[in-house]
């Protein structure tokens, strides 16, 4: 049973999208109102439990008499703008997007990416072999987690899930300025050598893979990871009293990673490093 949170009900507002007249709670994203009107919007950076960073730029729309073209994720709605979500220009800003990020980082793990190109017609290669790309090894430093820089895409939502806005625990930032920034550590040092606490919450929140559950990352180089044959089920960590829930990843008859529902009251999408991590008792067959 889904249980829906009661609150001061927000006032609706009334604006044009794509020609057709739409309502929106006050305090709505245009995001949020193209969703809720079935409109597809590829984005990146946005994600449902974070501050919008506009990052990624894949968002973008027009609206009548804004100079520039907007990120929906984080321009609130307005009573009387009026919208437009699949103008040239529009599409043609997302399509070079696209292009500029698929040529300078592996973006081979990042959800929807593939039909993103193809729908905007995207060609990433057609900047020649010689454009600049983030070549950089994975760093396997610990038994949970890996951290992938080549496909980093700096949408800076590991920082922000890491800093004020969950974990409150910094040992993420942006190291450098200009094409030489980067996400980093403290001193770039080994994630052993950080103030990292391992919650995980960097991965619930990465759109890319850059960061992802050691488990995943040895079983896509064996070539044995396969979501299809995946299932999900969802119950409560035994760890402590709070209620977490968890999501239980199982290929196989083995748990291959955990993850938390983002709607969920207690977590939204957030562990602790035994909730997240500490799963092999429950298949230990020794």
Not at 78 to 101: D, F, I, Q
Not at 194 to 221: H, Q, W
Not at 257 to 285: A, E, M, W
Request: contains cysteine; negative net charge.
């Amino acid at each position: 049973m889904t249980v829906t949170p009661l609150g001061i009900p927000r006032r609706l507002l009334e604006f044009t999208l794509d020609g057709e007249p739409v309502r929106a709670p006050e305090g709505s994203t245009i995001l949020d109102a193209c969703r809720a009107a079935g409109k597809d919007i590829p984005t990146l950076c946005e994600g449902d439990t974070l501050t919008p960073k506009n990052a990624c730029r894949v968002c973008v729309v027009e609206v009548e008499g804004a100079r520039t073209l907007v990120p929906a994720c984080s321009r609130k709605a307005e009573a009387g703008m009026e919208v437009r979500t699949g103008t040239e220009r529009a599409r043609h800003s997302r399509k070079v997007v696209l292009e500029l990020l698929a040529s300078s980082v592996d973006l081979s793990t990042t959800p929807r990416v593939a039909e993103w190109l193809k729908e905007y017609e995207a060609k990433p290669d057609r900047f020649g072999p010689d454009a600049a790309r983030v070549n950089e090894e994975p760093r396997v430093d610990n038994d949970l987690y890996v951290r992938d820089y080549g496909k980093c895409i700096l949408c800076y939502k590991c920082v922000d899930a890491c800093g004020d806005q969950w974990q409150n625990t910094f040992a993420i930032s942006v190291a450098g300025r200009g094409f030489d920034a980067r996400i980093a550590v403290e001193h770039d040092a080994p994630l052993t050598d950080s103030a990292c606490v391992y919650c995980g919450n960097c991965i619930e929140v990465c759109p890319t893979g850059a960061l992802s559950f050691k488990s995943e990352f040895d079983m896509r180089e064996a070539g044995t990871w396969d979501e299809s044959r995946q299932t999900r089920t969802t119950t409560v960590c035994a760890y402590c009293g709070v209620g977490c829930n968890l999501t239980l990843h199982v290929q196989d008859n083995e748990i291959v990673k955990v993850t938390s529902p983002h709607d969920n009251p207690v977590t939204h999408g957030n562990l602790c490093i035994k909730g997240r991590f500490g799963y092999q008792h429950v298949q230990n067959r020794d």
